[in-house]
């Protein structure tokens, strides 16, 4: 999937379902669609499937932020 299509059918507010790609001190970079984003302050194991909620969009960068639900 391009940025462009995960922009196209994602925006903030939207529950997304991902993948932990990552664990670190602040939170966990969580991977949906081929992208990914960091849920600040939340840690799971690397491996988990989790949902989550987009906070923010950063199209410039191609990264988003998110909290659990």
Do not use: C, Y
């Amino acid at each position: 999937m391009s940025w462009q299509s995960f922009l196209a059918g994602h925006q903030v507010g939207d529950i997304i379902e991902g993948v932990v790609t990552k664990e670190v001190p602040f939170g966990s970079f969580v991977e949906s669609d081929g992208f990914t984003g960091l849920a600040h302050g939340r840690s799971w194991p690397v491996g988990t499937r989790v949902s989550v909620r987009i906070l923010a969009i950063d199209p410039d960068n191609q990264r988003f932020s998110l909290a659990a639900v």
